[in-house]
């Protein structure tokens, strides 16, 4: 296949997106990776030799990513604001709060079955409270899910997506001078909606269509200089005033979104398109998967090599659940990852992230 980074390389099937996908698949990525590397050190394999280096990475990654997830769902967020408000909340109780209890609920249990070889002690008692406080990474998709009904509440008060950016970003800036709720959800759909309001914006201008036909040497500075903003910074090793938090998440995902558009246009990077496609069932299942890999070179293997296990975590946490989510649509299973619709219809070709339909 012809490489060409002006006009494309490898197209996304119909309907899709393509550097969406690839921008998902770059997410994704590092949200295993981090876990990965958070799930070593918690069980101390990574040790205090390991500790600057663990520090640095682990704050570049955490600098974005989850950002980055925020504002791609938010970029679809326009075509959902003239929905009824009962269809509205059917279709995110489907796609986010169903897949947030299935996946707590078998995370739970596997962590409860372990034997106390879980990084994370629990028991099936912990389930009770899932309704009010998130199952360590589920917090993604409850903030997604308070995040989308505000917005779409917000819409539908008459606020177009610049007055909701505007709405979200002032309690954004008011929960940083001083906390407006203990409530944990609460607290992170208040710092994570200003990035899916953003999204939101920048669909009503076209953004996603005009940053495609961006040229590659234009896409190459953004990437190159956005990402080197983030290592300058974590370099440093100070903590970010928390006015910076979003300039340096918004320079990750800028820089993102320019990598993500250079690689739909070259051979050999389907893959990454291929992770972003199925970046819901990487988000609930690689937990699972990547802790599987670390008992089995821990207490099988009996090696603690932290390269070793950095790289088998991350990379079966990356391709486990892509499996078996491609062995439950043969079989007719996908109702482990969303809840089955009365009316078949195509599924959306652009889902933008974790959760979001």
Known sequence: MTTNLESGGPKAAPGRIAWIDFAKGIGIILVVLGHALRGLRSSR????????????VD??????????????????ANRESGRDSGRFARDKLATIAYPYFVWSTLQTLAQAASGGYANHKTSPLDLVGM?????????????LFLIALGF???????????????????????????PLTSWIPLRDAINYGVYYALGAVLSQYKAPDRLERTPAIILTLIAG???????????TGRAL????????ATSGILASAALAVLLSRLAGFDFVRVLGVHSLEIYVAHT?????????????????????????????????????????????????F????????????????????
């Open 45 to 56: 394999i990574l040790g205090g030799e390991h500790e600057a280096a663990f520090r640095f």
């Open 59 to 76: 704050a570049w990654i955490y600098s974005f990513h989850m950002p980055l997830f925020f504002l791609i769902s938010g970029l679809f």
């Open 131 to 143: 309704l009010v406080t998130p199952i360590m990474q589920f917090w993604f998709l409850y903030a």
């Open 152 to 178: 779409h509440l917000l819409r539908r008060l008459g606020f177009g997506p610049a007055g909701s950016l505007a709405i979200l970003a002032a309690f954004w800036a008011a929960q940083t001078r001083t």
């Open 225 to 235: 200089l956005g990402f080197g903003a983030i290592t300058a910074w974590t370099a």
């Open 241 to 248: 005033n928390p006015w910076l938090i979003p300039v340096l």
């Open 288 to 336: 699972i998967a990547s802790a599987g890999v670390r008992f089995g070179l821990q207490k099988l293997a009996r090696t603690n090599d932290p390269a070793l296990h950095l790289a088998l975590g991350t990379l079966v946490g990356l391709i486990a659940p892509v499996i078996l989510a491609v062995l439950c649509r043969r079989f007719g299973a996908e109702f482990l």
């Open 338 to 357: 969303r809840l089955p619709r009365r009316a078949s219809r195509p599924a959306s070709a652009d889902r933008p992230s974790p959760g979001q339909a």
